[in-house]
């Protein structure tokens, strides 16, 4: 296992969590250092999240152990945007539909914007905006809400 696959790792299963003494936040550090990561790995997240995608698919009450999940989609998000962001919602769009919602769900955190400036320091890109726009009228009428409440915040 390389860096980056052990760093993945440490990430979704919550491996490196850091609680503070005078708070009840709980940081997961290598969630953090993922998203700072500037090689591009999408390859190693997109093995890992396909692994994520057939156990969801077979129960998708599984989605609770993969306790840096939010980390995971948002490393990838923010991974893709550096290097190609094309290629991201191909591959998006090949997984199940409750990790297509969350992906969707979770751009306008990863994309959010204060004081003019994106919060991981790269922009949004306009193939995000399309994957979203590509489901504002999804039979899945939860995904079709995702998208429209995904569209709201990015626009406000």
């Known amino acids: 296992m390389n860096e980056f696959d052990q760093l993945i790792e440490d990430t979704l299963y919550g491996r490196r969590l850091v609680s503070y003494a005078d708070s009840c936040f709980v940081t997961n550090e290598s969630g953090l250092e993922l998203l700072r990561c500037k090689e591009d790995i999408l390859e190693n997240l997109e093995k890992v999240l396909q ?6 698919s077979a129960h998708p009450i599984t989605i609770r152990q993969f306790i840096g999940l939010q980390y995971i989609l948002g490393g990838y998000l923010v991974n893709a945007a550096r290097h190609d962001p094309r290629r991201a919602v191909q591959f998006i769009q090949s997984l199940c539909p409750m990790l297509i919602q969350k992906f969707i769900a979770k751009i306008p955190v990863f994309f959010e914007k204060k004081n003019n400036k994106f ?3 790269i922009s949004l890109p306009q193939e995000y905006i399309e994957l979203i ?8 009428s939860e995904i079709a809400a995702t998208a429209q409440r995904a569209l709201e915040k990015l626009s406000s």
């Open 119 to 121: 919060k991981y320091g």
């Open 51 to 56: 692994k994520i995608d057939i156990s969801l």
């Open 133 to 140: 726009n590509s489901h504002i009228n999804s039979e899945r």
